[in-house]
């Protein structure tokens, strides 16, 4: 009989900008977070301290841990410990690397709030056989990107399904509004996003293919650009301009069709913009 683990989830970051709006959320919508095994990880435990500090009282005895998130050993240990692993640490592509590898071998479940595509599909030619053969659960981008993009088309289709019997082949999504801030670390992604890209060509061709995270079978597939040129549309009565974020979110969107072997119909395609 397999032995019960610690902890439920480890917030690993959390002393971040994100990851502190990760535990006030838990705190506050989970109802029984007080009972549940839950922890915190940061590099610093005074900062870990300032944070339960900040937090409600419910939070006092919330159990931290100091880990460097590049030290694969540190890193194993506390995977170790616990079901599922929350990374806000970012930039990913600088620091995510050693946790999503540690879960993919350990077996355990992990999430994150990644926007940089060429990452993810780095991680995916890496990690994704060994996660396989483990059992672990490595899901990216389960912030703004690309939840209401990924659930919201996968929605559509359930609702087309019922109502016509098919699913749609063309997909818009418009962004008409949003609130919320950027965070440091976002706008760190993006600066390193764009290093890669002036470094290396090949990332530059990657982030211009939309199956970029799909099978090697679906890379030929034909699919519109990502980015949508400023245009008047009239189904939504007025002009679009670029969403900078659908070079993340449409290959996700094209991924998860991909993986539940394309009931959104082959030739799917799916364009956002703002």
């Given at each position: ?112 709030l ?31 990107d ?20 098919e ?7 418009r ?11 976002t ?72 993986l ?15």
């Amino acid at each position: 009989m397999t032995k019960p683990l610690p902890y439920d989830l480890i917030i690993v970051g959390a002393t971040g900008f994100v990851g502190g709006i990760v535990c006030r959320y838990l705190l506050s919508h989970w109802e029984t977070a007080a009972a549940k095994n839950w922890a915190i990880a940061s590099r610093s435990q005074a900062k870990l301290d300032r944070l339960v500090q900040s937090l409600s009282p419910q939070a006092a005895h919330l159990p931290t841990f100091v880990v460097d998130i590049k030290d694969e050993a540190a890193v194993t240990a506390l995977c170790s410990q616990t079901k599922v692993v929350v990374s806000t640490v970012g930039p990913y592509a600088l620091y995510g690397e050693t946790l999503v590898r540690v879960c993919a071998t350990t077996g355990t479940d992990y999430c994150d709030l990644t926007g940089e595509v060429q990452w993810v599909n780095q991680m995916i030619e890496k990690y994704e056989a060994i996660a396989k053969q483990s059992g672990a659960r490595i899901v990216h981008c389960c912030g703004f990107d690309s939840i209401p993009s990924d659930l919201g088309v996968y929605y559509l289709q359930q609702q087309s399904q019922r109502r016509w019997g098919e699913p749609c082949i063309r997909v818009k999504m418009r962004v008409k509004a949003c609130q919320g801030g950027i965070s440091g670390g976002t706008i760190a992604s993006g600066i390193n996003l764009i290093q890669e890209a002036i470094a290396d060509p090949s990332t530059r061709q990657a982030l211009g293919n939309p199956y970029i995270l799909c099978f090697q079978s679906n890379h030929g597939s034909d699919h519109p650009p990502s980015l949508i040129p400023v245009q008047n549309d009239p189904i939504f009565s007025g002009w679009t301009a670029p969403f900078v974020m659908a070079g993340i979110n449409t290959p996700i969107v094209l991924r998860s069709n991909a993986l539940q072997n394309e009931p959104m119909a082959k030739g799917f395609s799916m364009r956002k913009a703002s």
